[in-house]
């Protein structure tokens, strides 16, 4: 079975030694002299695992290594590679880096630098379920990480804040600026995407492992794409299950597993969660790479919200969350939301009246029914940031930065 490609910018001396290793353990390793290479191949092939790069080199150089691995849509960890005195200096700053990058300092033996590779790839293929760390099923093949699309979640553990008609109408947006996107109903005890679509007799996952296996829970198929049903309006939408009673045929990290495939066929998936952390969601929160969190102009929505926050550090999934502030115009000022929940907002959708009861009622969405009114310009804004969302240039500046224990980038010359 292939393993991934290890891309590798160190130093003339090292670099040998660091290839025949990684080559022994059936990793294809390439050498990349300048950022223009890792571009290059980046853009040529999606299993490249791992990045390992000297972090004591040129800063500018760095940085768009750095950029280059983080781009939207993109998240491959860096191995720095510094001196002990470097470390010593990160950890003094408190260095911010990605999530999954790591450091490894001089002097070193590739073989021990080859082990730390392993454990980055081990630690990519974990889900948080909250009973420890579970390596997935499968192998580490070349497969596993050619991820495209986005992978975007909605959730908050209040109910009736509008999760599912953030989840929709940013769905049909991104539609209708012409990307291809899947809609995931994972709500399996409250969720009724199909219904307020207008899709009737929906086959659900539920449905598909039952009749595959007589009755008894089933494996996840390895794609998706036969069983969602399409809208009108050229969305495609996957509903997991139409019964709270049935869930137990779903195996929760199977699940987000199979989800997280679905990338390799749209540019965006939509998830939308119920509001509660049971395993489902955690396995989701786990493969994510953003939480959209709505919230209202009220108390217990935004309590709930601080509480998830604290929830998301705990589990290490804070800087997925993104704030989206729901019938904005109404009860506490933004400022006021922003600083109670301790996240500034990423977008506003403004309160809509009747539209979404009758969007709901004709089995449309807003931005279908009624794409001129001001709500459908929200929905709008909030698909534009989520395409050019996933990592800002200046999230990985600030990152590299963090790498290197810098506060602004030197340049010299
Ligand atoms: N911006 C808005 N303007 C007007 N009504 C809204 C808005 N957002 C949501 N609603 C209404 O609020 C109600 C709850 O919304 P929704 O079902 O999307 O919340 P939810 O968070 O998914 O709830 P649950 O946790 O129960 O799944 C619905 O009737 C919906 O039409
Ligand atoms: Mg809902």
Known sequence: MARPAIAIALPGDEQPHVVDVLREADFEPVVVGCPGDLEALLASRHDVAVAILDGESDFDESLEYY??????????????????RTLDRLVGAAGRSGAHDEYFTRPYSP??????????????????????????????SADDWSRRGAFLSVFNPKGGVGKTTIAVNLAASLVAMGRKVLLVDADTVTGHIASSLGLENVRTLVDSLAEANDGGPGAVPETLEELVAAHSSGL?????SSSPLMTGHLDPAAVADAIDRARRSFDVIVVDLHPDYDVLNRAIF????RILVPVTPDVPALRAAVQLRDVAEELGFRDKLALVINRANSGVSVADM???VGMSSFAMIRSAGLQLVKA?????????????????????????RVVGMPRAKEAARASIRGLFGRKEPVRTG
């Open 360 to 384: 709901a009622n004709e089995g449309r969405t807003v931005i279908d029914l009624f794409p001129a009114e001001k709500v459908s310009g929200d929905f709008r804004a909030l698909a534009e």
């Open 67 to 84: 950029e280059l691995l983080h781009e939207p849509g993109r998240d491959i960890p860096a191995l720095m590679i510094v001196s002990p």
């Open 111 to 140: 073989e021990a630098l080859r082990w730390r590779v392993e454990a980055m790839l081990i630690r990519q293929m974990t889900v948080d379920d909250g009973s420890g760390a579970v390596i997935q099923s499968g192998s580490l």
């Open 286 to 289: 786990g493969r994510t790479d």
């Open 338 to 340: 922003e600083r109670t």
């Open 236 to 240: 495609k939408v996957l509903v997991l």
